[in-house]
């Protein structure tokens, strides 16, 4: 006589069996964002290498070199390193989603470093940018282009609303805006801006 067993999900295994797997998933996406954050660092950073030991007109078509034709969204701009922070990232031209997703962007519209003006650039307060919190005047923060090096003192921090751009105002001096969101903590959508102004030291 043969008996069969009728094997049966109860509630309980079903729910450890979804949350395992949204689990995995979960991980497995933030991996990859990872992976690809770091990837494209390496990339960038080896075009830019690259086209400093050139000429800019042999410089790779991903590069931009700089000057009055406004960048396409994407294109390598330089490098930003804050010593005391440890923070060392590849600029990108533009602060759409994916752009951010992969590196700092220079924000357009405003001053290319070594020209006149505000420079803007941006990132995440939970990835590039999140030493930010521990920045403090005087700091040295240095861009470099196919331009040159540019060093900048910081001389103060704020946090403003989203919807200020005054931070990002202009004149005839070299000044460099950092812009992330604020609070650093936060859990989701960050409701402010944390605002770095550093001067150019000449």
Known sequence: ???????RW??????????????????GYVGCIYAARFLHQVYQERNFERALAHTPEVAPPSVVVLSKIEPATGSLIGKILIPRLGITAVVDEG??????????GHIPTTAMPGQPGNVGIAGHRDTF???LRNIQRNDIITLTTLGGEYRYRVVSTKVVGPYDIAVLDSDESEILTLVTCYPFYFVGSA???FIVRAERVT
């Open 129 to 131: 940018f999140r030493p």
């Open 191 to 193: 409701p402010d801006r």
């Open 95 to 104: 602060v759409d989603s994916k752009t951010l997703a992969l590196s700092v």
């Open 10 to 27: 109860k509630p309980r295994m079903f729910a450890q069996a979804f949350f395992l797997v949204t689990g995995l998933l979960a991980v």
């Open 1 to 7: 006589m043969t008996v069969h067993v009728l094997y």
